[in-house]
């Protein structure tokens, strides 16, 4: 599981508009099948039960997750205790939002940790990390705390606007007059986003 423990206090600037080849979504099977041919051919991985990860749906967190970004879930009466292997994981969930062009490696990286935990590592502990650090792109797992931001922008229902310096901060919720901006004091407006 992949949650983000950052807390972004204040959320400054818009996002950009959503348009180009970079939104652009992809196929979450045909990155299961990618990520598990990578797998195989990780030496360390060889004496897991890697062929065994195809058998595994792969599916979507809700849209509007904001936390959570990837999970593997194991089947009902399946302990973390008891000995895992990728019979006992009912499903993969990976955020929709990683699934386009400019969270491609990203996702990869997700899919790569939670097969990880599909194949018996169910805690994040020493040799769950090891092998995590086994990754040919470990620059993929550093883009968590910009997915998350990321995240937060997407849900962001209101824009509280000062009037005066013109500055905008998004937030899921009205700010209904409470707030004055912090640079000239000035009543926050609410802007639908
Ligand atoms: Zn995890
Ligand atoms: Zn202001």
């Not at 599981?1 to 099977?29: K, Y």
Request: aromatic share 8%; glycine share 6%; with cysteine.
């Amino acid at each position: 599981m992949i949650r983000s423990n950052i807390s972004i206090i204040s959320e400054t600037g818009v996002e950009e508009p959503g348009i180009l080849l970079q939104d652009r979504s992809f196929s979450i099977e045909g990155m299961g099948s990618s990520i598990i041919e990578q797998m195989m051919n990780i030496p360390d991985l060889s004496d897991l039960h890697i062929a065994g990860l195809s058998q595994i749906p792969l599916g979507k967190l809700r849209k509007n997750a904001v936390r959570l970004h990837a999970v593997c879930r194991y089947k009902k009466g399946v302990k973390k205790t008891d000995e895992i292997s990728p019979v006992s994981v009912r499903c993969i969930d990976i955020h929709p939002r990683a699934l386009n062009i400019r969270w491609e490696r990203y996702a990869n990286f997700l899919l790569f940790h939670e097969y990880l935990h599909a194949l018996g590592f169910s805690n994040h502990g020493k040799e769950f990390r090891r092998l995590e650090a086994l990754w040919h792109d470990p620059e993929a797992r550093e883009m968590g705390r910009s997915f998350s931001l990321h995240l937060r922008k997407m849900n962001a229902r209101w824009i509280w606007f000062c009037p005066a310096c013109e500055i905008k901060h998004l937030k899921s919720k009205r700010s209904n007059g409470r707030y004055n901006c912090r640079l000239c004091l000035c009543s926050l407006i609410d802007v639908k986003n």
